[in-house]
């Protein structure tokens, strides 16, 4: 496959729709109006905190649903019950804290679980876990306890136990939020090797900014769309005028105050 586009027939027949979609909580409005045809391979997804980010990946993966609007992923309407139910098979998510979502002792228990989770036999699963983790030069990872990895080891089981299951999507929600920098490299290396359409979610612009398209995501709405070093570019510009904003406003209050003083 082609890492820069999918296929022109996937594109069409499968992919990631959301048609005027609207998500409230409360009061508060988390998502407006945002229509997105998701088919590139790689795609970023920024924005500051509380931009709608999150709550993107979980209309894809069904756990929220929309006030208003439709989300389809790969020919499944996350509205109707019954497509929910195949969602994992056509998209996985990465949390951005591991512990939250690593449930077994060892690493191969733990891919070995995603096999299981999808039907395979147990002994099978064992099996194919651990040929995935010897394909990938790991293979004295299977036995090894997931507490005494790191934290950028424990986002790489992560990322393999959605991997191995081959679900057309990966979101990565935050994957380098708490990692080094060798271990965004790893991580990064990891992501690029896959053929897996990957959606990713970061305030780490460099970890994006070359990919073929990235969404910026303000107070819910789409502000930008477009190749990654654009948007990048006119993010981190963005912050850097509001940056300066707020400098200037903090140097008025304390003119202000030592005035009053």
């Not at 997804?45 to 389809?72: E, H, M, W, Y």
């Not at 019954?82 to 449930?103: A, E, S, T, Y």
């Not at 920098?181 to 896959?194: F, M």
Request: glycine share 8%.
């Amino acid at each position: 496959m082609n890492l820069k586009t999918l296929p022109r027939e996937s594109a069409e027949a499968h992919g990631i729709r959301l048609e005027s979609v609207t998500l409230r909580r409360g009061d508060r409005t988390v998502l407006e109006a945002l229509s997105l045809n998701l088919t590139e391979s790689r795609i970023g997804l920024i924005g500051d905190n509380g931009a709608g980010k999150s709550s993107l990946f979980r209309l894809i993966c069904g756990l929220d649903q929309p006030q208003a609007g439709r989300v389809t992923v790969h020919g499944c309407d996350t509205a109707n019950a019954g497509d929910r139910r195949k969602l994992p098979q056509h998209v996985g998510l990465m949390f951005q804290n591991p512990d939250d979502q690593i449930i077994f002792p060892t690493v191969a228990e733990e891919l070995a679980f995603s096999l299981t989770a999808s039907g395979a036999g147990k002994q099978q699963a064992r099996r194919q876990a651990l040929d995935f983790l010897t394909e990938r030069g790991l293979a004295d990872w299977a036995g090894r306890a997931i507490g005494e990895l790191s934290q950028g080891q424990r986002q790489q089981v992560c990322l393999m136990a959605l991997q191995i299951t081959s679900p057309a999507t990966l979101l990565l929600d935050e994957p380098y939020s708490a990692l080094d920098l060798l271990s965004q490299l790893r991580l990064s290396d990891q992501i690029a090797a896959t053929g897996q359409q990957i959606i990713l979610s970061t305030h780490l612009l460099d970890h994006v900014r070359d990919f073929e398209r990235v969404l910026w995501l303000d107070n819910g709405a789409l502000r930008g769309d477009g190749p990654g070093r654009d948007v990048c570019a006119a993010y981190a510009q963005d912050v850097r005028e509001r940056g300066a904003m707020q400098a200037a406003a903090a140097v008025l209050r304390h003119a202000a105050q030592a005035t009053d003083a």
